[in-house]
């Protein structure tokens, strides 16, 4: 009985004196899965960098190629500025789709028909077991019909991408959604008069902004990095583009993928930092 007594009062005490089992790795082995993690995506860039900086000479370097493409004085790289061009209004346009169409569709969901809410993840989580060509297959038949009616431009591959970035796009919003009580936030507007458009707009987006801001962010560079949808299609894109310049010159397709690399990493840090602030603002009020 006494040593159930010892055992019961320990507890406690070692509560208030702050010894709390800490699980997961040390400092140590926390700095080494880091370093690992840093040399494992750092060395293939620092060699992407290298190799674009090579001369004839073995050992020498110098910059004349990324000159020769930020100068713009040569023409020889026309039809990449022209997908990377294409590949822009395609990130813009897509982003739209996804914010018009499946923004909504899931904040419906969620205060109107919650039953459906396990359909609408599985149709939106579908696209990332499709293969690309397969895909593909699916939509050229489709693409017939949109060619006679929007034309042949690179911009329609929007449709296509809004379908790719599905899964991506719909994770980001989902999780920010499951963190705010949207049902409650709506009836509170709707108590003080506010319309549905006025719900939506005003209350519901600023809520699910770190959402919409991530699941651009990840459309972007989906789009960015899309070659087979485009290459099927016969349709100009930065990666098709890259993909024909290589072939005449090398050194060039890497500069302009080691750049929509960075852009990508950028885009995300700034929506990494840009949802900092926003989490940072209430507390400081």
Known sequence: MA???????????????GQQLRLGPGPAVRAVIWTLLGLF?????FSMVEFTLRTAKPGVYNFDRWVAVFSGETTRYDRV???????LVLAVVTVAIVLLVLLPTIVLVELRFPKLRRVLEAVCLLP????AIVMVVGLAPTYAVVTQIFGSGAWTLAF????????????AIQSNVAA????TLSEAAR????GWTTV??????????RGILAAAALSVAVVLGEFTIASLLSRVNLQTSLLLVSQSDPFVAVIFALLALVFAFVLLVVVDRLVSVRRRRPAKG
């Open 128 to 131: 990332i077991m499709i293969p």
């Open 3 to 17: 040593a159930m007594t010892r055992a019961v009062d320990t507890r406690p005490a070692r509560r208030r004196s």
């Open 200 to 209: 939506f707009s005003r209350v519901l987006v600023p809520n699910l902004r």
């Open 41 to 45: 995506f750092l060395i293939p860039l």
């Open 81 to 87: 500025y022209q997908g990377l061009g294409n590949s």
């Open 160 to 171: 296509a991408y809004g379908i790719t970035v599905l899964p991506y796009a719909y994770r």
């Open 191 to 194: 108590s003080l008069g506010a």
């Open 180 to 183: 705010v009580d949207m049902i």
